[in-house]
Structures are given as C-alpha cells and as structure tokens.
C-alpha cells in the first residue's frame, strides 16, 4: 500500500496535454471580428447562441471563447441572453421537434438587422443525428441561415472565423 502510495505521488497525472494555441493569431482574428463588426453595425457584435438540439460538443467550444484562455469579451464581443439584445444568432444542434417552435420564436424575437450561424456539422444538415424520430432537419430547414461552419465540433478558431466571414460578407454586401 505505501509502495502504491508513494508510486502515485511521483507519477504525472494521466490528463492528455492541452491544444497547441496561437495565441497571437486568436488575438488577431477576435480583433477582425470586433473591427469588422464596428464598420458594419457601429459597435461590437451581440450573439445569442441557441442549441437547437445538440449533442452540448458544440455548446463546450463555444463556451471556451468565453473562458480564461480565450477571453472573448476582451475584444469586445459579448454573448447576451436575450434574442432581443442580439445581433446574431449562433445556432448548434439538428433541429429538434421539440426546439423546432423555439427556435422560431427566438428568430422572431431577434431585431433587424440578424445574421443566422448554423455551428457545427449538425446544424447543416442534421448530422449524425438526421433521420431520427426526433430531429427535423439542418437549421436551414426551420430559418434562413447566414453562413455554416463545419465541424464536429468546430474549434473556438473555426467559430471566430466564420463570424469575421460573415460580418465581412454582409459589410460587401452594404457597399
Ligand atoms: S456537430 Fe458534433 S459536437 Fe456538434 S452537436 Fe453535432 S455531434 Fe455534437
């Protein structure tokens, strides 16, 4: 017992090592995204994210853009909890049936101009979970969408490029 003890005191502890992360390259695309976002609506964006469904993959990379390592709000974008604050909406998940009003109540709710993400491979087309029972379809089926980003999950990276592609796509769009 001592052995076994005294065995664990001096071995690693058995986590996998944390993601590479280039810190400068995050920093330069969250302030893309803030000074895309300032030309196009005159100040930094609002998101409102709704899972519509998801497996929560989706949900724990987006939550990490707001936790210490990531620290969104330090470019200025903010995640609200009401549609009626938002700019946009950053959807994950297939469709549930049971989300299916939801969703449509928060597209609704959400003032002009708004912009649709549809995050993560689910969003699009339902993913691994299309043809379910309980799964209507990709985000596109119930609300427009704006722009798709891929993945499963897509990565905190992935999330702020595809929001500096679609404020930049809409602020062309404008001009
Ligand atoms: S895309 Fe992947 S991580 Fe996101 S909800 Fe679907 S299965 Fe989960």
Same mark, same amino acid.
């Given at each position: 017992?001592?052995?076994?003890l005294?065995?664990? *005191?001096l071995?690693? +502890?058995? @986590?996998?090592?944390?993601? =590479?992360c280039?810190? /400068?390259?995050?920093?330069e695309l969250?302030?893309?995204?803030?000074?895309?976002?300032?030309?196009?609506?005159?100040?930094?964006?609002?998101?409102r994210?709704?899972d519509?469904?998801?497996?929560?993959?989706c949900e724990l990379?987006?939550?990490?853009?707001?936790?210490?390592?990531?620290?969104?709000?330090?470019?200025?974008?903010?995640f609200?909890?009401?549609p009626?604050h938002a700019d946009?909406? *950053?959807?994950t998940? +297939?469709? @549930?049936?049971?989300?299916? =009003?939801?969703?449509? /109540?928060?597209?609704?709710a959400?003032?002009?101009p708004?912009?649709?993400?549809a995050?993560?491979?689910?969003?699009r087309?339902?993913?691994?979970?299309?043809?379910?029972?309980?799964?209507?379809?990709g985000v596109?089926?119930?609300?427009?969408?704006?722009?798709?980003?891929?993945?499963?999950?897509p990565?905190?990276?992935?999330?702020l490029?595809?929001?500096?592609a679609?404020?930049?796509?809409?602020t062309?769009?404008?001009?």
């Amino acid at each position: 017992m001592r052995d076994l003890l005294f065995r664990n *005191l001096l071995r690693k +502890p058995l @986590t996998e090592a944390p993601p =590479e992360c280039d810190d /400068r390259a995050l920093t330069e695309l969250a302030a893309a995204v803030d000074r895309a976002a300032r030309r196009r609506v005159g100040r930094s964006l609002a998101i409102r994210q709704v899972d519509a469904g998801s497996c929560n993959g989706c949900e724990l990379e987006i939550h990490a853009l707001n936790n210490a390592y990531y620290d969104l709000e330090r470019f200025g974008l903010r995640f609200v909890a009401s549609p009626r604050h938002a700019d946009v909406l *950053l959807v994950t998940g +297939p469709v @549930t049936k049971n989300m299916r =009003e939801g969703l449509e /109540r928060t597209y609704a709710a959400t003032p002009n101009p708004k912009w649709v993400v549809a995050a993560g491979d689910c969003a699009r087309d339902g993913g691994c979970f299309a043809g379910s029972y309980a799964v209507v379809g990709g985000v596109a089926e119930i609300i427009p969408v704006d722009l798709h980003i891929p993945g499963c999950p897509p990565s905190p990276t992935a999330l702020l490029q595809g929001l500096i592609a679609l404020v930049e796509k809409s602020t062309r769009g404008v001009q």
